[in-house]
């Protein structure tokens, strides 16, 4: 009887243990320590470093750092001076000098680069003056950053920090989400507001708005730690929830609410690492730079937290502001209890910002009526890598669109033909003088006494990878390279349309690359071979009609990765921080990158621009 009761306890306690060896104990599993966290953000830094040649952050700060400042170092600013960095005065010289000769059409750029100033330490009253301007002034992600400039203490005539409070508080859906428009909460607007309420949380109205919020996160999330965008599971929404989490100084690693089947936020985020440091914002991508500078400064808001400090964007360098100067001829009324108007172009993404998306890295990128300016374009490469097409402006006199272009560029076509026959081939001549000078070194040798073969030999071999470089390559003046001739393909599947598009901003600027109707390019008709990718057809586009055009990536890189930055001088961000170029389908947008979207025949192509991620395009996503 006493063998068969200490039988069953036995049994008993080994059934406890491998119960608990089998169960996921999420405390357990899913845990990064604060110095691992520490190396994803090193690895991060190292790539930075080497990208621009510096051989530390200060170096890099007063460097490449200052000399992009207004266009790609922002968001690494702000968190380097997060993490101790204060040494920002080349920065902020570079800065002010950028907002000085540039304008800044959208509201939230001039707030960020207001949040920008502040992490330098700077006291220009740039910070508080462009908020009366700013604020409310582009939909919801213009009260956001508003806030965000509040919080460090600045001020303005028009709002208070607890007028934009409530404003945000009112602009929540039902599904405790918020979003640039529509019926449903969206991860990055919900996470993105969270951030900006973070501080007002003393607020029982406030802490029980964020609570539902943080609600909806937590429902959202996928069992790999992250969260899927437009269909595509991405490590800048992810950041996004890390960065408002951190805020309320919530940690991941232990809130049961942010760990699914084992993995937490960081999980989610470090799924994207790729061996140099950085990120990609597919799974198995290439690296890219919106992914990249939101993981780092959301791992830097979670680390900051782990130590007991302030959100992100509540900031350590700043300075005592400055009173704003009163504004001149004011004659918009405050309204601060009714709702935003949301204006066609509010403000990635991530970017993005992300494939679908500029900030969300879209497919996604970045002539005009009237007397435009066209431009003869050569293709260079930057010290990034980018491809970049530059230009010698050719005035030519459009009546409407690109209709009168086209026709322009036809007629010319043929004399451009003629005059490149006569030209003649640049290789055979190119050939003949390798070949020469080949025999001339040779004969140096000769004369000089060093008639080892070797040396012939090694001689022949040079000369000959030199002939190959020449005959496997095609070197192309801007002339040759937008003849205006569209491409004759004998092998043709069929034929596609394209037109290019920027209905959302015309009208919004005074620049002479935004037609006043909108169009780029007209409808017009290209062949297709088989393998064409929608990439490709812009190519021969901006070839054929000398439209400047600026990427990373081509449709035979790696996973076909194409990103889009800019098209006739527009460029991704310029009109928002979510604003960038996005490509439809037969009125689809894909989920795929414009590199790898093969063609088929009767396939309708539009580029767009877009200020609110897609938003403002009415988009049907690809499933």
Same mark, same amino acid.
């Given at each position: 009887?006493?063998?068969?009761i200490?039988s069953?306890?036995?049994?008993?306690?080994?059934?406890?243990?491998?119960?608990?060896c089998?169960?996921?104990?999420?405390?357990?599993?899913?845990?990064?320590?604060?110095?691992?966290?520490?190396?994803?953000?090193?690895g991060i830094?190292?790539y930075?470093?080497?990208?621009?040649?510096?051989?530390?952050?200060?170096?890099?700060?007063?460097?490449?750092?200052?000399?992009?400042a207004?266009?790609?170092?922002?968001?690494?600013?702000i968190?380097?001076s997060?993490?101790?960095?204060h040494?920002?005065?080349?920065?902020?010289r570079?800065?002010?000098?950028?907002?000085?000769?540039?304008?800044?059409?959208s509201?939230?750029?001039?707030e960020?680069?207001?949040?920008?100033?502040?992490?330098?330490g700077?006291?220009?009253?740039?910070?508080?003056?462009?908020?009366?301007?700013?604020?409310?002034?582009?939909?919801?992600?213009?009260w956001?950053?508003?806030?965000?400039?509040?919080?460090?203490?600045?001020?303005c005539?028009?709002?208070?920090?607890?007028?934009v409070?409530?404003?945000?508080?009112s602009?929540?859906?039902?599904?405790?989400?918020?979003?640039?428009f529509?019926?449903?909460?969206?991860?990055?607007?919900?996470?993105?507001?969270i951030?900006?309420?973070?501080?007002?949380?003393?607020?029982?109205?406030?802490?029980?708005?964020?609570d539902?919020?943080i609600?909806?996160?937590?429902?959202?999330?996928?069992?790999n730690?992250?969260y899927?965008?437009?269909?595509?599971?991405?490590?800048?929404?992810?950041?996004?929830?890390?960065?408002?989490l951190?805020?309320?100084g919530i940690?991941?690693?232990?809130?049961?609410?942010f760990?699914?089947?084992?993995?937490?936020?960081i999980?989610?985020?470090?799924?994207f690492?790729?061996?140099?440091g950085?990120?990609?914002?597919?799974?198995?991508?290439?690296?890219?730079?919106?992914?990249?500078?939101?993981?780092?400064?959301?791992?830097?808001?979670?680390?900051?937290?782990?130590?007991?400090?302030?959100?992100?964007?509540?900031?350590?360098?700043?300075?005592?502001?400055?009173?704003?100067?009163?504004?001149?001829?004011?004659?918009?009324?405050?309204?601060? *209890?009714?709702?935003?108007?949301h204006?066609?172009? +509010?403000? #990635?993404?991530?970017? $993005?910002? @992300?494939?679908?998306?500029p !900030? =969300?890295?879209?497919?996604a990128?970045?002539?005009?009526?009237?007397?435009?300016t066209?431009?003869?374009?050569?293709?260079?490469?930057?010290?990034?890598?980018?491809?970049?097409?530059?230009?010698?402006?050719?005035?030519?006199?459009? *009546?409407?669109?690109?209709?009168?272009?086209t026709g +322009?560029? #036809?007629?010319s076509? $043929?004399? @451009?033909?003629?005059?490149? !026959? =006569?030209?003649?081939?640049?290789?055979?001549p190119?050939?003949?003088?390798?070949i020469?000078?080949?025999?001339?070194i040779?004969?140096?040798?000769?004369?000089?006494?060093?008639?080892?073969?070797?040396?012939?030999?090694?001689?022949v071999?040079?000369?000959?990878?030199?002939?190959?470089?020449?005959?496997?390559?095609?070197?192309?003046?801007?002339?040759?390279?937008?003849s205006?001739?569209?491409?004759?393909?004998e092998?043709?599947?069929?034929?596609?349309?394209m037109?290019?598009?920027?209905?959302t901003?015309?009208?919004?600027?005074?620049s002479?690359?935004?037609p006043?109707?909108?169009?780029?390019?007209?409808?017009?008709?290209?062949?297709?071979?088989a393998?064409d990718t929608?990439?490709?057809?812009?190519?021969?586009?901006?070839?054929t009609?000398?439209?400047?055009?600026?990427?990373?990536?081509s449709?035979?890189?790696?996973?076909?990765?194409?990103?889009?930055?800019?098209?006739?001088?527009?460029?991704?961000?310029?009109?928002?921080?979510?604003?960038?170029?996005?490509?439809?389908?037969?009125?689809?947008?894909?989920?795929r990158?414009?590199?790898?979207?093969?063609?088929?025949d009767?396939d309708?192509?539009?580029w767009?621009y877009?200020?609110?991620?897609?938003?403002?395009?009415?988009?049907?996503?690809?499933k």
């Amino acid at each position: 009887m006493r063998n068969k009761i200490l039988s069953g306890i036995l049994c008993s306690v080994l059934t406890l243990m491998f119960t608990l060896c089998i169960v996921p104990c999420s405390s357990v599993n899913c845990e990064y320590t604060v110095d691992e966290v520490s190396d994803l953000i090193g690895g991060i830094v190292d790539y930075k470093l080497g990208q621009y040649g510096a051989g530390s952050i200060e170096e890099w700060l007063g460097g490449a750092a200052a000399d992009g400042a207004g266009t790609t170092s922002d968001w690494y600013v702000i968190a380097l001076s997060q993490d101790g960095h204060h040494e920002l005065s080349a920065y902020e010289r570079s800065l002010l000098s950028y907002i000085e000769h540039n304008n800044a059409i959208s509201p939230t750029t001039r707030e960020k680069y207001a949040l920008a100033l502040c992490a330098s330490g700077s006291t220009n009253s740039y910070i508080s003056d462009i908020l009366d301007t700013s604020i409310g002034e582009q939909g919801i992600m213009s009260w956001i950053y508003g806030l965000h400039v509040l919080n460090n203490g600045y001020t303005c005539s028009r709002f208070t920090a607890d007028s934009v409070t409530d404003t945000l508080l009112s602009l929540q859906y039902p599904d405790g989400g918020w979003a640039l428009f529509g019926e449903y909460g969206d991860i990055d607007v919900t996470a993105m507001t969270i951030q900006a309420l973070a501080p007002h949380c003393g607020s029982s109205r406030v802490a029980e708005a964020v609570d539902r919020g943080i609600d909806f996160l937590s429902q959202r999330q996928k069992d790999n730690g992250g969260y899927e965008s437009f269909g595509t599971a991405n490590p800048e929404s992810t950041a996004q929830v890390l960065t408002a989490l951190s805020a309320l100084g919530i940690d991941c690693r232990y809130d049961d609410r942010f760990i699914k089947n084992g993995n937490d936020l960081i999980d989610g985020i470090a799924a994207f690492r790729l061996p140099d440091g950085s990120f990609s914002h597919t799974l198995g991508g290439s690296s890219n730079e919106t992914a990249t500078v939101q993981s780092f400064y959301s791992l830097i808001a979670f680390r900051r937290m782990t130590e007991g400090k302030s959100p992100l964007l509540v900031l350590d360098n700043r300075r005592e502001p400055v009173p704003p100067q009163p504004a001149e001829n004011h004659t918009r009324e405050q309204n601060n *209890s009714t709702a935003p108007h949301h204006e066609e172009g +509010t403000a #990635q993404t991530a970017a $993005a910002s @992300k494939t679908t998306t500029p !900030q =969300k890295t879209s497919s996604a990128a970045k002539i005009t009526a009237s007397s435009s300016t066209v431009s003869t374009v050569s293709s260079l490469t930057s010290k990034s890598g980018k491809s970049v097409s530059t230009a010698a402006d050719t005035k030519i006199s459009v *009546s409407s669109g690109t209709k009168a272009l086209t026709g +322009t560029v #036809q007629a010319s076509s $043929a004399q @451009k033909s003629e005059k490149l !026959q =006569k030209r003649g081939s640049y290789k055979t001549p190119v050939i003949i003088i390798i070949i020469g000078s080949a025999a001339v070194i040779a004969l140096i040798i000769f004369i000089l006494g060093k008639r080892n073969y070797k040396n012939f030999i090694f001689l022949v071999v040079a000369a000959g990878a030199a002939i190959a470089v020449v005959l496997l390559t095609d070197i192309s003046s801007p002339e040759e390279y937008y003849s205006g001739e569209q491409k004759h393909k004998e092998n043709a599947i069929g034929t596609v349309t394209m037109e290019i598009r920027c209905d959302t901003i015309a009208g919004k600027s005074d620049s002479e690359h935004i037609p006043a109707d909108g169009v780029i390019l007209q409808p017009t008709a290209f062949d297709i071979e088989a393998g064409d990718t929608v990439f490709d057809i812009l190519t021969e586009a901006a070839q054929t009609y000398g439209i400047q055009m600026e990427n990373k990536g081509s449709s035979g890189s790696a996973h076909g990765m194409v990103y889009i930055a800019g098209i006739n001088y527009i460029y991704e961000y310029d009109f928002g921080d979510l604003s960038g170029w996005v490509y439809h389908v037969n009125g689809i947008t894909p989920s795929r990158s414009c590199g790898d979207y093969e063609l088929s025949d009767g396939d309708k192509i539009e580029w767009l621009y877009t200020c609110e991620l897609g938003h403002d395009l009415d988009e049907v996503y690809e499933k």
